[in-house]
């Protein structure tokens, strides 16, 4: 249709039809003749126009890799220059397999038990050299392995710190980032985007269809290099300054050298991102509170609930407002803080051990949704009454989102004092949001906590996969973070480097943003 090649070509499975995906003429022959499968031309990959997605097929995978090796050995026998251009036309030069050991292979593997062991989640580093110390814990005493990694073939003294395991097996997907000058807040924030399972699968999956007129100035563009550069293998430290020029193009109150807060950061790149991707899945009908299909609002956006009860009528007028995250206040503001409740006696509530005195996250949790009584300075007028009146308001969680973020007020900005509160707050790496629901609502009379009684509801249940942490004062402090890799595996990211740690290290940490992940997904 328009004479260009290497455009991602795609075949009609229906029919003889050959489209290009980049200029979506494909889709336009899936939408008129519905007809909604197409296999890509240059990998095999079938893609469903249905889903909006590449799917995978055991029996079609197979073909593809048995007429990848015969185009490959067709290629070996033909003229160079012949060859050349018929694997230019047919995408054969650009063939991306993933690497197989032979049997020869798995026999000296089996053969050599001493060599490193190469695992579904190891990553052979290219053209890369490396040398084994042994570094201690702080405080610990125990010998912890890393891994550090030098490019060859840049020729560069940066070096990231990888942490390993006894076994010598690397992590796909960890890579440092240079500090570029106070962007330790900026660092933190990309370490727990980049290992959010979601926006991941997004952004290697090539889902981003870029509508801006310059896409060297689209966020999204650059998010998807930085995943690609992530997952790349590379173990040198990444150095995002292509992210921070655009954060500052895009998001002004940002730019210079200064600290800036990670929360406020994330804040901003989240809207940036949400700016930017709107075109993507046009198809897809939204279904979230804000209203907005993009990648950014299925994953991070739930509903706040906020009921406003009159204390005249009783009648209740209900709002629902999108949120990306929760701002939880904490003992110590200015603030009066509610007094705890049923766990100080040494119980466990949501997986949280409640010792005399600590502050749990599930503490702040029923603060934040306790019925708040607004006075006789707040009234508002009643729809049934027709007059001012005293109210009660009270917020519940009306949706949650995949991804909930809870932010630690560990600043406090007043006109009277300026600081950071240090109070440790206990979280838990399982969390259940069922209390918080507004369906749950009845069952939490005056802010008094109820274990819920339906124990088998998993709808609500959350697994901790990042915590980012504040070091230091509010004047001069230092940004790291806690990511999960795997179930039980977390890693320390301290801008270029990166050391195993312990479920303990991540518990024990003071807090300041923690990212949960929803255990169970709903599919439409």
């Known amino acids: 249709m328009c004479g260009a090649h290497l455009n991602r070509l795609h075949s009609c499975l229906y029919c003889v039809f050959f489209g290009c995906f980049t200029k979506k003429h494909i889709h336009e022959h899936a939408k ?12 095999g990959g079938i893609y469903c ?3 909006q997605d590449y799917i995978y097929d055991k029996d079609m995978e197979q073909i593809a890799k048995e007429e990848q090796r015969k185009a490959w050995k067709l290629q070996a026998f033909t003229p160079t220059v012949v ?4 694997c230019t036309m047919t995408g054969i030069g650009e063939k991306y397999s993933t690497w197989e050991p032979t049997k020869r292979e798995l ?7 001493k060599r490193r062991k190469i695992t579904t989640n190891c990553t052979i580093a290219v053209k890369q050299k490396c040398r084994m110390r042994s570094m201690q814990s702080g405080g610990a005493g125990s010998a912890l392995n890393v891994i550090e990694f030098s490019s060859a073939a840049e020729h560069r003294t940066d070096t990231t710190t990888i942490a390993v395991g006894a076994s010598g097996q690397l992590n796909v997907g960890l890579r440092g980032l240079i500090n570029l000058g106070n962007t330790c ?22 889902r981003h269809k870029c509508e801006m007129q310059s896409p060297s100035s689209c966020l999204v563009c650059e998010m998807s290099t930085l995943f690609q550069e992530f997952y790349s293998g590379h173990r040198s430290p990444h150095i995002p300054y292509r992210l921070l020029h655009l954060v500052w193009t895009h998001a002004r109150h940002l730019a210079g050298y200064e600290q800036q807060d990670a929360h406020e950061f994330l804040i901003a ?50 709002t629902i407002d999108p949120f990306w995250d929760i701002s939880l206040d904490l003992p110590g503001s200015s603030t009066p803080f509610w007094p705890l409740s049923p766990g100080s006696d040494g119980s466990v509530v949501n997986g949280e051990s409640h010792v005399s005195g600590t502050t749990t996250l599930t503490d702040c949790l029923r603060r934040f949704t306790r019925p708040e009584h607004l006075g006789s300075s707040a009234k508002i007028k009643c729809s049934g009454c027709h007059s001012y009146q005293e109210s009660t308001k009270q917020l519940t969680m009306k949706k949650l989102p995949i991804v909930a973020c809870f932010h630690l007020k560990r600043f406090e900005h007043s006109a009277k004092l300026r600081r950071k509160i240090t109070t440790y707050v206990s979280f838990p790496l399982e969390l259940d949001m069922t209390p918080f629901m507004a369906s749950s609502k ?3 009379m005056n802010g008094q906590y109820q274990q ?21 004062t509010l004047e001069s402090g230092h940004y790291t973070s806690f990511i999960r890799q795997h179930k039980d595996q977390w890693f320390k990211c301290d801008d270029a480097i990166i050391t195993k740690a312990s479920i303990k290290d991540v518990l024990d940490s003071e807090g300041y943003l923690l990212f949960y992940h929803k255990q169970f997904l709903e599919y439409e």
């Open 32 to 43: 008129t003749k519905r007809h909604n499968l197409a296999i890509d031309l240059l990998y």
């Open 49 to 51: 126009f249905m889903c």
């Open 83 to 86: 060859s050349h251009y018929q």
């Open 107 to 113: 026999e000296l593997l089996r053969h050599n038990p």
């Open 185 to 206: 807040f900026m660092n933190c924030i990309v370490q727990a985007l980049t290992h959010t399972p979601l926006l991941r699968d997004f952004f290697l999956s090539d």
């Open 269 to 318: 790149a989240l809207d940036v991102l949400h700016r930017h991707c709107k075109g993507d899945d046009n198809g897809k009908k939204a279904n979230n509170p804000n209203h907005c299909n993009c990648i950014i609002d299925q994953i991070f956006t739930g509903g706040l609930q906020s009921d406003v009860t009159c204390q005249v009528c009783h009648g209740v007028s209900t």
């Open 442 to 444: 009845e069952s939490r």
């Open 452 to 472: 819920p009684t339906d124990s088998l509801n998993n709808d609500n249940k959350y697994s901790l996969f990042a915590v980012v942490n504040h070091q230091g």
